[in-house]
C-alpha cells in the first residue's frame, strides 16, 4: 500500500523563523511529489512540483527537495510570516499506469504568530 | 490561461435527497479529471478519476458516481445521499505531468 507520512502535524512557531516541513513516502517508485497548501475551507495551492529526476524547486521564501533512496521530501520555509500560516499537504504520485493518481499525506498545520 | 470552476461552494442536503456537483476547466483540452474528498479529520481521498469523455474509473466502492459527458465537465452525482457523504469535495485536473495538478476552489457538502 503505498501511504505519505507527514511530520510534525502541527507546528507553531514566531515570525521570522525557518522551518522544515517534512514528507515521507514508502514506495520508492514515484514519478513527482507535490507540495500544496490549504487556507481554511479553501481548496488546494499549488506551491511547488519536484519531478523524480530533480532533486528540489525552489520558489521564493520556499525551496522543496526530493531524496528517493531514502523516501523523504522537506518543504523549507524560509523567514516565515503570519501569512505562511496554513495547512501544507505533500502528494506523491507514481506516474506510469496510474493516471497522474496522487497519495496525500495527512498535512502539517502550520500557526505563524506575530 | 487555464481554469478550474467548481460549484455550489456550499451545500446542505438532507438524507435520502440526491447530489450534484459540477467541475469545468477552461484554457485546456483533452486534461485528466478527478474528484477527491476530505472528510473531517481525514486525508483527501481520491473517488473518481477520468482520462476522456465518457470514461470514468472508480478508486472505492461508495454510493457516488461520477460522469464526464464533455470533454472539460465532470460531474459528481448521487441518487440519495447518506451522512456518510458529508465532506469537502474537490475537484482536478491534469493535463501534463510537468505541470502537476491543478485543484478547484471545493464544495463543501453538509448532509443532515
Known amino acids: 500500500k503505498q501511504e505519505v507520512t507527514q511530520i510534525p502535524a502541527a507546528l507553531s512557531v514566531p515570525e521570522g523563523e525557518n522551518l522544515v516541513l517534512n514528507c515521507s513516502f514508502t514506495?520508492?517508485?514515484?514519478?513527482?511529489l507535490q507540495w500544496f497548501r490549504q487556507d481554511p475551507g479553501k481548496g488546494l495551492t499549488s506551491l511547488l512540483l519536484?519531478?523524480?529526476?530533480?532533486r528540489e524547486q525552489t520558489s521564493g521564501r520556499l525551496n522543496a527537495s526530493l531524496d528517493k533512496s531514502s523516501g523523504r521530501s522537506t518543504l523549507y520555509i524560509a523567514a516565515s510570516q503570519p501569512g505562511d500560516s496554513a495547512t501544507y499537504l505533500c502528494?506523491?504520485?507514481?506516474?506510469?499506469?496510474?493516471?497522474?493518481?496522487?497519495?496525500f499525506g495527512q498535512g502539517t498545520i502550520l500557526t505563524v504568530h506575530p | 490561461s487555464q481554469t478550474i470552476h467548481q460549484w455550489p461552494a456550499t451545500l446542505v442536503q438532507p438524507v435520502g435527497s440526491p447530489l450534484s456537483l459540477e467541475c469545468t476547466v477552461e484554457?485546456?483540452?483533452?486534461?485528466?479529471l478527478y474528484w477527491y474528498r476530505q472528510a473531517a479529520g481525514r486525508g483527501l481521498q481520491l473517488l473518481f478519476y477520468?482520462?476522456?469523455?465518457?470514461?470514468i474509473s472508480s478508486e472505492v466502492p461508495q454510493n457516488l458516481s461520477a460522469s464526464r459527458p464533455q470533454d472539460r465537465q465532470f460531474i459528481l452525482s448521487s441518487k440519495k445521499l447518506l451522512l456518510s457523504d458529508s465532506g469537502f469535495y474537490l475537484c482536478?485536473?491534469?493535463?501534463?505531468?510537468?505541470?502537476?495538478?491543478?485543484f478547484g476552489s471545493g464544495t463543501r457538502l453538509t448532509v443532515v
Open positions: 519536484i519531478q523524480s529526476s530533480q
Open positions: 514506495d520508492s517508485a514515484i514519478y513527482n
Open positions: 477520468s482520462v476522456g469523455i465518457g470514461q
Open positions: 482536478a485536473w491534469m493535463r501534463q505531468v510537468v505541470y502537476g495538478y491543478t
Open positions: 502528494a506523491r504520485w507514481a506516474g506510469g499506469t496510474s493516471y497522474g493518481k496522487l497519495t
Open positions: 484554457g485546456t483540452s483533452n486534461p485528466n
